[in-house]
């Protein structure tokens, strides 16, 4: 049963920009930390957003300055904005929740409880 619902990918160009969306009808997702990851074909998964209950924001140097999460807790939506994106941007995004916003680890996003299905991105010219 598909708990989150991701949608807004798509076929876009080098330096274009897509704004991805995430909903769940079954759990809130106040309370806890939300976030993206992508996983592209022979790479490892990287989370490329993570927000944790306050204004909190964590992005990896891949997408930092890019990409920018927003959380609407009265909507239960998580969205992610990518702006100038690259040709190795190119994965499968997946949106998350989570109960931390940063682990011991020092890791952020680290340990999902739920994503969804994921949404297809595809920067291309």
């Known amino acids: 049963q598909v708990q989150l619902v991701e949608s807004g990918g798509a076929l876009v160009q080098p330096g274009g920009s897509l704004r991805l969306s995430c909903s769940s009808s079954?759990?809130?997702?106040?309370?806890?930390?939300v976030g993206w990851f992508r996983q592209a074909p022979g790479k490892e998964r990287e989370v490329v957003a993570c927000?944790?209950?306050?204004?909190?924001?964590y992005y990896p140097d891949s997408v930092k300055g890019r990409f920018t999460i927003f959380r609407d807790n009265a909507k239960n939506t998580v969205t992610l904005q990518m702006n100038n994106l690259k040709s190795e941007d190119t994965a499968v995004y997946f949106c998350?929740?989570?109960?931390?916003?940063?682990?011991?680890?020092?890791?952020?996003?680290?340990?999902?409880?739920?994503w969804g299905q994921g949404t297809q991105v595809t920067v291309s010219s």
């Open positions: 998350l929740r989570d109960f931390r916003f940063q682990y011991y680890s020092g890791n952020y996003c680290e340990y999902p409880m739920n």
């Open positions: 079954e759990f809130t997702l106040y309370g806890y930390a």
């Open positions: 927000a944790g209950e306050s204004d909190d924001t």
